[in-house]
């Protein structure tokens, strides 16, 4: 069975100000070419469909464009909302949806039955599991999950899981170990993260959240990351859709196809009157990309950004790198902290009160900090 694994779309993204609209639709149109030529029986949509809870409305357009397209191409599409959608609108329609082949997930209630496809193999049961937190699991079951990994565990465990039969799992969560975008939301001291041995059950895992394309467990749990670049920290990252083929019994093989951007995000450095010249930027393919240039003249140039975007008119950001900057960030700019909030909380208390705290504090505390951060969007 050919299954094709998207996710983060983000539709209706700004990049620093930038709308990403036109070049989402090229690249859903790139995406919609390929699904074609691959003629899978099923595309899987792994979260993080819009960019922010309240979509703009040409957002909403082109998703639905995309979708009615998608579904006149003949696979099964299954679709569930991440962290930066609404799960309740995301899911809007989904009865009505099942007629076309667009099966939604619907807003987390602790019960996820599975669809059921077959290939010449016998049948394969596909899970759609929203992004959830503990909270969502507290509420939906009753249950009083410690962690993000816990609460996945505990929602896997309610799902109906046939012996034998082949199974695959679309979620929205961050895996311990992968690695993150500058595009991303980050959790403080990595509240979220999940261990990847909770997707053990399933064949396959086509995960979304995390924008860089990545195998975790061996190859059976898998980010095929966002289509766009959506931060300079991926300028360097090719994007892909993942094709993933299931065989017979644990038979995987996961495969990639190339996406080409619109425009592509570039990261340019030197003098101002260098990039300035023409036989530096004249035959280059990066003059209409969305570009970074760090200018490493000693002396801010007046005027620089207007100058630049004269020749590089997708100029996203400007940045200084000369003695003065280098010297201002060693003063300025500590290091990455990675302590949890209850780490800090500790830390601080220490600090303030030459005490540890009581293990009855550090339950308390810990328990505080952990239904505040469930309470963020």
């Known amino acids: 069975m050919k299954l094709i694994h998207l996710s983060d779309l983000h539709l209706g993204k700004r990049v620093n100000e930038f709308s990403m609209l036109e070049d989402q639709a090229y690249i859903l149109e790139q995406i919609l070419t390929l699904v074609r030529e691959e003629a899978p029986q099923a595309v899987l949509i792994a979260g993080d469909v819009y960019d922010r809870p309240l979509p703009g409305a040409d957002a909403v357009e082109l998703c639905d464009d995309f979708l ?12 569930i909302s991440g962290n930066h959608d609404s799960a309740e609108r995301l899911a809007f329609g989904g009865r009505l949806m099942e007629k076309s082949g667009v099966h939604l997930a619907p807003v987390y209630t602790g019960r996820v039955e599975p669809y059921t496809l077959t290939d010449p193999y016998g049948p394969v049961d596909i899970y759609l599991l929203p992004f959830i937190k503990p909270a969502h699991v507290r509420h939906a079951l009753g249950l009083e999950p410690e962690s993000y990994t816990q609460a996945l ?25 992968a690695q993150r975008s500058d595009s991303e ?32 467990a061996g190859g059976r749990v898998r980010y095929c990351g966002s289509p766009l670049k959506y931060s300079f920290s991926e300028a360097g990252h090719p994007k892909s859709l993942t094709v993933a083929e299931l065989g017979e019994g644990d038979s995987l093989t996961i495969r990639t196809l190339p996406l080409t951007p ?14 300035m010249r023409r036989d530096f930027y004249q035959n280059t393919t990066w003059r209409e990309d969305y570009l970074h240039i760090t200018l490493t003249d000693e002396e801010d140039v007046p005027g620089a950004l207007t100058g630049l975007r004269t020749v590089y008119r997708n100029l996203m950001r400007l940045d200084y790198d000369n003695a003065r900057t280098r010297t201002r960030a060693e003063i300025t700019a500590p290091g990455p902290d990675t302590r949890s909030p209850l780490q800090l909380l500790e830390d601080f208390y220490r600090l303030q009160n030459n005490t540890p705290l009581s293990e009855e504090q550090r339950a308390y505390a810990q328990a505080l900090i952990e239904s505040v951060w469930e309470e963020q969007p």
């Open 262 to 275: 619109r425009r592509d995000m570039v990261e340019l450095r030197g003098r101002y009157q260098e990039l």
């Open 185 to 216: 939301e980050v959790s403080v001291g990595g509240l979220d993260n999940v261990d990847a041995s909770v997707f053990a059950p399933f064949t396959y895992t086509a995960l979304g959240h995390i924008h860089r394309p990545q195998n975790l």
């Open 153 to 177: 565990e505990m929602a896997i465990t309610q799902m109906p899981l046939r012996p034998g039969v082949r199974r695959v799992l679309a979620a929205h969560q961050f895996v311990t170990g």
């Open 68 to 79: 009615v397209r998608l579904a006149g191409l003949g696979p099964e599409i299954f679709l």
